[in-house]
């Protein structure tokens, strides 16, 4: 092949589709013409659109790992109003969502906080963060999660199912305490917290603080080690604020753009 051959377009198309470099079948036909156009040597072209497959290859990894978290939409940590938790501090936040310390170290990380303090909104957007920075996150509702490994274990492939977690560095279990040994077999919590213990990381969010969980697990024993491998290694975050959804409607009752007093706001800095 000499400079001046032509180039067959069809096949060079069937080659990128073959190799998987969709961003280069899209760009080469506009980057070769600029090229040619501006006489940017060979090398500067091979080399700008390998940068263009790879950026939108990581492009294409964060929106697959969006789908499969299953975050509830709309929840951001822009959109989270940090000083009207006052327990929380922002800048430890931020230090969660880089993520590398704690997720690599398989630690832990628990919301406590009544209903409507903003538990399910921070953890949510905890994950969407980490998610922009390359982790894998699912977040589930706890009960949602026990029933599908209760079926694994009834199908004897509870190990199994576990294991396919592994993919997600983080596991966002949302309103443990709504999960009641009335649930049968509750102690596939328990196996779940085990086999992730100082590997993967867990997110809870929860009402209830530790000497409530009595009535999650089936027996005290279990409670006490499911506590105490999750506490091990982890953070803490009290969100103790008076509902958000209650202190929003009472500021909308007193009209648009007045916010509800702070004084009214209960906060406990324990
Ligand atoms: P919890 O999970 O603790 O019951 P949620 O996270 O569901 O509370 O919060 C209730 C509602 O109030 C949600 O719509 C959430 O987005 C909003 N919300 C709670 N706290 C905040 C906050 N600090 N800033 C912005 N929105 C908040
Ligand atoms: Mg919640």
Same mark, same amino acid.
Request: a neutral charge; aromatic letters at 6%; glycine letters at 6%.
């Given at each position: 092949?000499?400079?001046?051959?032509?180039?067959?377009?069809?096949?060079?198309?069937?080659?990128?589709?073959?190799?998987?470099?969709p961003a280069i079948?899209?760009?080469?036909?506009?980057? *070769?013409?600029?090229?040619?156009?501006?006489?940017?040597?060979?090398?500067?072209?091979?080399?700008?659109?390998?940068?263009h497959e790879?950026?939108e290859?990581?492009?294409?990894?964060?929106?697959?790992?969006?789908?499969?978290?299953?975050?509830?939409?709309?929840?951001?940590?822009?959109?989270?109003?940090?000083?009207?938790?006052?327990?929380?501090?922002?800048?430890?936040?931020?230090?969660?969502?880089?993520?590398?310390?704690?997720?690599?170290?398989?630690?832990?990380?628990?919301?406590?906080?009544?209903?409507?303090?903003?538990?399910?909104?921070?953890?949510?957007?905890?994950?969407?963060?980490?998610?922009?920075?390359?982790?894998?996150?699912?977040?589930?509702?706890? *009960?949602?999660?026990?029933?599908?490994?209760?079926?694994?274990?009834?199908?004897?492939?509870?190990?199994?199912?576990?294991?396919?977690?592994?993919?997600?560095?983080?596991?966002?279990?949302?309103?443990?305490?709504?999960?009641?040994?009335?649930?049968?077999?509750?102690?596939?919590?328990?196996?779940?917290?085990?086999?992730?213990?100082?590997?993967?990381?867990?997110?809870?969010?929860?009402?209830?603080?530790?000497?409530?969980?009595?009535?999650?697990?089936?027996?005290?024993?279990?409670?006490?080690?499911?506590?105490?491998?999750?506490?091990?290694?982890?953070?803490?975050?009290?969100?103790?604020?008076?509902?958000?959804?209650?202190?929003?409607?009472?500021?909308?009752?007193?009209?648009?753009?007045?916010?509800?007093?702070?004084? *009214?706001?209960?906060?406990?800095?324990?």
């Amino acid at each position: 092949m000499t400079a001046s051959d032509p180039i067959d377009t069809a096949r060079l198309n069937l080659l990128l589709n073959e190799l998987r470099l969709p961003a280069i079948k899209h760009l080469w036909s506009s980057f *070769t013409e600029r090229a040619d156009k501006e006489g940017w040597p060979a090398a500067r072209l091979l080399a700008a659109l390998a940068e263009h497959e790879i950026a939108e290859r990581g492009q294409r990894r964060i929106e697959r790992h969006l789908a499969e978290a299953r975050l509830p939409p709309g929840k951001t940590l822009s959109g989270f109003d940090f000083d009207a938790v006052p327990t929380i501090s922002k800048a430890r936040v931020m230090a969660l969502v880089a993520g590398d310390s704690w997720l690599e170290a398989g630690a832990n990380l628990i919301l406590f906080g009544p209903p409507g303090g903003g538990k399910t909104h921070l953890a949510a957007a905890i994950g969407l963060g980490l998610i922009e920075n390359g982790w894998r996150v699912l977040f589930t509702r706890t *009960t949602d999660l026990v029933q599908k490994l209760q079926v694994a274990r009834r199908e004897l492939a509870l190990e199994a199912a576990i294991a396919r977690l592994d993919k997600y560095h983080l596991i966002i279990l949302d309103d443990l305490a709504y999960v009641t040994k009335d649930q049968p077999e509750t102690s596939v919590l328990f196996e779940l917290i085990s086999a992730r213990y100082e590997r993967r990381s867990i997110a809870i969010t929860a009402n209830q603080p530790f000497g409530d969980w009595n009535r999650i697990f089936p027996d005290p024993a279990m409670t006490l080690a499911a506590v105490d491998r999750l506490v091990h290694h982890s953070t803490i975050l009290e969100l103790n604020v008076e509902s958000y959804r209650r202190r929003e409607a009472l500021g909308q009752q007193r009209g648009p753009g007045r916010p509800a007093s702070r004084a *009214t706001i209960k906060t406990q800095a324990d």
